[in-house]
Every structure is written in structure tokens, then in C-alpha cells.
């Protein structure tokens, strides 16, 4: 091994190839070369302008440094087609820039960004071992420091305790549907603390749509691992995150998840059950005390419960809006079509979605409730689409151009008494609007509020923005704007027990 004379290290093969270590990379072009095993890799967008910012890219080397790697959009068709999960590389030149200070997914401080002159190929026969993997766990206390800082996205292991308000005895029915509606999945995880943390998956990681991962075991899966979980208190209670980057694991997926149900089977009474309402029961507050609760400043968005009767429906408002077909987001008016800022799409189809307002009291103050989505057709049975066409085939081609009053079905609910599921936006804490938004309606016969490690309310995730522009994986959007309007809250709940995977899977 030759020393250079600022004490760097440069490992010189049979061929006089100059390699160099991770913990040598520094800011700067480098023309030598890495040896490494790519982890994993995933693309980074631009969630506003709907533009790729590049591949990143997770690396360790042969003395288990992780540095994160970054591939630039230009130069992505030359490397990707040789480029596998696990497999080990050699790179010669690449360009050392400083690792991004917010969702950080790994501890160096320099980024291995590829070069005009780049040459990755495949390290063939390598005398030398490299990890699979390299996991970065850290405790309850950690994540609570680094909430809401935007900063390193640490890895979490647990067992589940509920997924989706199901707590896993035998093997629990999943409502493919709502998940499918909803586009995550809620899962409660309890870690090696004891402590209860909240993460919620979204539907481009392999616990999506249909829970497919959870579901390809004989049984049921116990012990969960998620990588990289952006850390965020919502309504007081720790949540976690899915990003772009998140990976998942269960059981005997790698020597975490085995390690960790080894300490599960000598620790049972951390396996106990659980009352899955006790862990995903939200605060009920009255009207008066949500207001409170805003008046205190403490800016974090949060679920409650809340027992109202509806006085009336606010006349003037309109009770719909048209959203895009495929996304939900409020359609805008082209020159000749609908067309979806979201989606980038022009001429789509048009659907009407629920934006009604209706005016609630309770003995302690009175407030304008906004039914947004699934709220409007669990207060009225009936879907928005269903009242709007509805109304167009019994006045024909007379109220095609106007818009349609509200319909009977709403105007029916006055004097009804509900439990409403509200949130509480940033838009309510910068005085944008004193509205609520319902996300869900109730039925008035639950169970009284009991307090729990695991938080008092159900999140939701809204979508977050890399240092770059990348975004993160991260699920239904339920922060709406009352004024907006512009997207459809999912609300969800949690999940324990397991097997292997079916042979094949």
C-alpha cells in the first residue's frame, strides 16, 4: 500500500491500479479509482417541476464505509443498463462534492457524483470481501432528537403491533381497497425500548398496494425493518416517514430482522397483544379546545376527534370541485380541456370530488367543518359524482353550464349529531382559515380515549422535498387546504406474528 504525502492511503493492485478508500474521498475531482458494492439506488424528482434530478445511490466499501453516490440525469443511460442491487463495482474518476445537509443517508461528508469521464464496470472475482449491507439503528431518544430537523434519515427494527387499525392475531384481513384508495399503509412498530413508533409506508415501496410483501408469508410477519424514515411530530406524536430511499425488511429478509426475533423469542412479554384501539385512538376535544389548541402556537399539524351537530350547510360556498381522474388534485382549465398541474397531464377526465362546507356547534363554540373526499360520502351515502350527474339528468341541458346547488342528501344532515375526524393545517395556524377539515366520519358509539406510549392520533404523511428537489415516498397527501381543496385524506392505522416466505416469493 504506497502513502501519499498528505498521509492518504492509495491501494495499488497487479495492475498498478491506484484504489482508494472511502474515508479518503474528499471534495474534488479524483482521477483514481473505487471499488465498492452498490446497496441500493433510487431517482430523485423534483416534486414541483415534475423533473429528474438524478440517481442517487447507497455504497460500501471493503472496510464497511457507507458513502452515498449520485449519478447526474445526463448520465444515467450510460451506467443504469450495468448497474444491480448488490453486485460489486470498480469506478474510475468521479467528482467529490459535499453531501447534502438535510435527509441524509449516510454519515461521510462527501458525495461520489459521476464524472464527465466516469468508467463504472462490474468487479469480477474479487479476492477481497465486501458486507451486503450496512444498517444505521439508532434509539428512541435519537429520533426524537432529530425530529422535524430534516436531517439524517436513520433506520428503525421493531415487531409490529397494528397495521391499519388490525391488530395481528392469526393472519389479519386487509382491506385491499382502502389501501388502494389510500395509497400507504399505517403500521405501529414497537422497538426494542418499548417504545411505540408510527411509520407510514407508501405505495412504491414492497408493503404497497395489497401489502404484497406482508402478504407473500405463510404466516404472519413479525419483525419489521425500514431504512432511511424521515422522523416528524405530528400532533405531538412521533411518526416516521417512508422516502424515495426507504427500504423494507421482515423476519429472515437479513441479519437485522433475524437477529432481532431471536431477542423477541427471549423477550415474550414484548410480544404481548396489544388493544388496537388503544394504540391508534386520536384525542377527542371539543370545538373550543381545538381552537386552543391553535391559539397556542405550537404549529404542529394534528388529528382529533370531535362530537358536533351539523347546523347547517353554508350557503354561497360550493359543495364540489372537478379533480383529476387519476390523482385527485383540483383540475384546472385549459385553452380547449381540463388539465392536471399534479399529473402534468392535459385533457383529463374530470371528476367531481366533496368540498362542502357545513356549519357544526357543540355546547362550547360553534365552527365551519369542510367535507372533503370519503367525509362527504360517509356523512351522505352517496359519492359527489353520483348527486352531480344526478342533478344534470333531471334538469338536462338547462344547469349544464351553472353550478349544481347543494343536494338534498347534504342538506338532509342538518340536526344530525356525528363524530368528525378533523385536522389541523399550518393554514389554521398562520390564520389563513379558521375551517377545519374533516378527514373522516365517526361512529358515535367508539370506545372512550385511552392514553398509550404510542400517541393519540393517526397521521397522515404529506409529501417532503430533498435538499435537491428529490421527493420522498411519502404517501397519501393529506395536508389540505380548506381553501384548496386539492387532494383526498386517507386515514389509516397499524400491525405482529410470523413466518417465512413461501417458497419462490
Same mark, same amino acid.
Given at each position: ?25 474528499? @471534495? ?48 444515467? =443511460? ?45 468487479? =469480477?472475482?474479487?479476492? *477481497? ?43 389479519? &384481513?386487509?382491506? =385491499? ?31 404497497? @398496494? ?12 413479525? &419483525? ?55 394504540? *391508534? ?7 373550543? =379546545? ?16 370531535? *362530537? ?24 384546472t382549465k385549459g385553452p380547449t380541456s ?7 397531464? &392535459? ?27 370519503d367525509a362527504g360520502f360517509e356523512l ?79 397521521p397522515a404523511t404529506s409529501e417532503e ?41
Amino acid at each position: 500500500m504506497a502513502m501519499k504525502p498528505n498521509g492518504k492511503s492509495h491501494v495499488t493492485s497487479d495492475h498498478d491500479e491506484k484504489i482508494m478508500l472511502f474515508r479518503d474521498v474528499t @471534495p474534488g475531482p479524483h482521477e483514481t479509482q473505487l471499488r465498492f458494492r452498490l446497496i441500493h439506488f433510487w431517482e430523485a424528482w423534483n416534486p414541483l417541476k415534475k423533473t429528474l434530478i438524478g440517481l442517487e445511490m447507497l455504497l460500501i466499501d471493503e472496510q464497511r464505509s457507507v458513502i452515498q453516490g449520485f449519478i447526474p440525469p445526463s448520465r444515467i =443511460e450510460r451506467h443504469l443498463p450495468k448497474m444491480k442491487p448488490g453486485l460489486l463495482y470498480k469506478l474510475n474518476n468521479f467528482y467529490g462534492s459535499s453531501n447534502k445537509t438535510v435527509y441524509r443517508v449516510s454519515d461521510h461528508a462527501v458525495t461520489v457524483s459521476f464524472s464527465w469521464n466516469s468508467e463504472l464496470s462490474v468487479l =469480477e472475482d474479487s479476492p *477481497t470481501p465486501f458486507d451486503e449491507d450496512r444498517f444505521r439503528f439508532h434509539s428512541f431518544e435519537d429520533f426524537q432528537a432529530n425530529c422535524d430537523r430534516k436531517g439524517d434519515l436513520y433506520d428503525v427494527v421493531g415487531h409490529m403491533k397494528v397495521v391499519n387499525r388490525e391488530c395481528l392475531i392469526g393472519t389479519p &384481513v386487509l382491506d =385491499e381497497v382502502e389501501i388502494a384508495r389510500a395509497r400507504h399503509v399505517l403500521v405501529h412498530v414497537q422497538s426494542y425500548d418499548d417504545d411505540f413508533l408510527q411509520w407510514t409506508c407508501d405505495e412504491a415501496l414492497p408493503l404497497g @398496494p395489497g401489502c404484497k410483501k406482508f402478504k407473500s408469508y405463510e404466516g404472519t410477519p413479525t &419483525v419489521l425493518l425500514v431504512t432511511t424514515v424521515n422522523t416528524k411530530s405530528l400532533g405531538g406524536t412521533l411518526a416516521l416517514t417512508s422516502m424515495s430511499s426507504s427500504r423494507v425488511f421482515m423476519d429472515y429478509d437479513v441479519q437485522p430482522t433475524i437477529d432481532y426475533f431471536s431477542w423477541l423469542g427471549s423477550n415474550p412479554q414484548s410480544a404481548e397483544l396489544v388493544n388496537a384501539e388503544v394504540v *391508534t385512538k386520536r384525542e377527542t376535544l371539543t370545538i373550543g =379546545e381545538i381552537f386552543s389548541y391553535i391559539k397556542q402556537g405550537s404549529n404542529k399539524e394534528a388529528f382529533f376527534e370531535c *362530537t358536533a351537530t351539523i347546523d347547517d350547510v353554508v350557503h354561497g360556498s360550493t359543495w364540489y370541485y372537478i379533480s383529476c381522474s387519476g390523482c385527485h388534485t383540483k383540475a384546472t382549465k385549459g385553452p380547449t380541456s381540463l388539465m392536471c398541474s399534479k399529473c402534468g397531464k &392535459v385533457n383529463i377526465s374530470g371528476v367531481p370530488q366533496y368540498r362542502a362546507q357545513i356549519s357544526v356547534y357543540d355546547n362550547s363554540d360553534q365552527a365551519v367543518f369542510v367535507l372533503l373526499g370519503d367525509a362527504g360520502f360517509e356523512l351522505t351515502g352517496k359519492h359527489a359524482a353520483e348527486l352531480v350527474s344526478s342533478y344534470f339528468e333531471a334538469n338536462g341541458d338547462q344547469g349544464v353550464t351553472q353550478e349544481v346547488p347543494f343536494p338534498e342528501a347534504l342538506i338532509s344532515t342538518i340536526g344530525q349529531k356525528h363524530n368528525f375526524c378533523v385536522k389541523v393545517t399550518k393554514h389554521n395556524f398562520d390564520g389563513k382559515s379558521r375551517s377545519l377539515t374533516v378527514t373522516k366520519i365517526l361512529p358515535l358509539d367508539t370506545p372512550p380515549v385511552t392514553e398509550s406510549a404510542g400517541g393519540n392520533y393517526n397521521p397522515a404523511t404529506s409529501e417532503e422535498t430533498f435538499e435537491t428537489g428529490a421527493n420522498v415516498c411519502g404517501a397519501s397527501k393529506t395536508s389540505v387546504d380548506p381553501a384548496e381543496g386539492s387532494k383526498r385524506n386517507g386515514d389509516i392505522g397499524e400491525m405482529g406474528k410470523a413466518k417465512r416466505l413461501k417458497r419462490g416469493v
